[in-house]
């Protein structure tokens, strides 16, 4: 019941962050144009986030079998970044969830594929190098394979979601119907990340005994706003992204605590 108490107060007070930003300050929307080759800077993060994530968590998945491993992963991934929310949120704006049907079909394949295909890489690849250059690798063939080979098997079900694509019917500033299903869903993202500091093993070290700033800096590569802040922020807008990056960073520094306060030591060890 307290662990419920503080994820609820977690998600209150990090989507705050955005929303004031958004409802109160009229800080807008990020509009992510004119990147050129900038742009590949977020699917690299996330996929280094995600190799990361993986190597992190390789003991406590020991338990599962091989394959069930990397599905574990990737569900975790996509449940990081509010692939549920995501879809939900559009239909809860336009008033046609049809439209989202499409994207979230696609990304929840997108992501148990990768998911499994980093447990793959860090499984065998030993060493920090490696598993970077084992990121880099499958950003690249997230981009110019598996998405493309998805959309072209999918084609059936993006062009009747294609069907349901409408402009949103509720804009900013949102009220009740928007904002209390939003607050609700965001709790997707908080209990993910919050399963995910559980389960990763954080070796203890002097400059960072508690794991905290490995945590955090976990979060903001998977979900991939440390890139948006740093390397899109000077193009598109600092204190647009800002907005994502400080609700992900409260998130992040919150769900530490709460995890200090609930469970440290329980899932890491020195590895």
């Not at 019941?1 to 300050?25: E, K, N, T, Y």
């Not at 020991?62 to 569900?75: D, K």
């Not at 394949?109 to 990768?114: S, T």
Request: hydrophobic fraction near 60%; charged fraction near 10%; include cysteine.
């Amino acid at each position: 019941m307290a662990l419920a108490g503080a994820v609820a107060v977690i998600v209150v007070v990090s989507l705050s962050i955005h929303v004031v930003m958004l409802q109160v300050l009229w800080v807008p929307f990020p509009e992510p144009k004119g990147l050129g080759r900038l742009g590949l800077l977020y699917p690299i993060a996330q996929s280094l986030g995600l190799v990361a994530l993986a190597a992190a968590a390789l003991p406590w998945l020991s338990r599962f079998h091989g394959l069930a491993r990397g599905l574990i992963v990737g569900m975790l991934f996509a449940t990081m970044n509010g692939i549920f929310r995501t879809g939900l949120m559009a239909g809860l704006t336009t008033t046609d969830f049809g439209g989202g049907v499409a994207g979230f079909v696609q990304e929840a394949l997108h992501d148990l594929i990768l998911g499994t295909l980093a447990v793959m890489a860090v499984s065998f690849l030993r060493g920090t190098a490696f598993r970077f250059m084992a990121a880099v690798a499958l950003a690249a063939a997230s981009l110019f394979v598996l998405r493309p080979m998805l959309a072209s098997l999918l084609a059936p079900i993006i062009a009747w979601s294609a069907r349901h694509m409408h402009p949103d019917v509720y804009l900013v500033p949102y009220g009740p119907n928007i904002l209390v299903p939003s607050y609700l869903l965001f709790a997707e993202t908080v209990i993910a990340c919050l399963v995910a500091r559980f389960v990763i093993t954080l070796r203890a070290v002097a400059w960072d005994r508690t794991g905290l700033i490995r945590y955090v800096g976990l979060i903001l590569l998977v979900r991939g706003t440390g890139a948006m802040m740093f390397g899109w922020g000077p193009i598109i807008g600092m204190l647009s992204v800002s907005q994502f990056f400080f609700q992900d960073l409260v998130m992040a520094l919150l769900i530490h605590a709460a995890w200090r306060r609930f469970g440290e030591g329980g899932a890491d060890v020195d590895s």
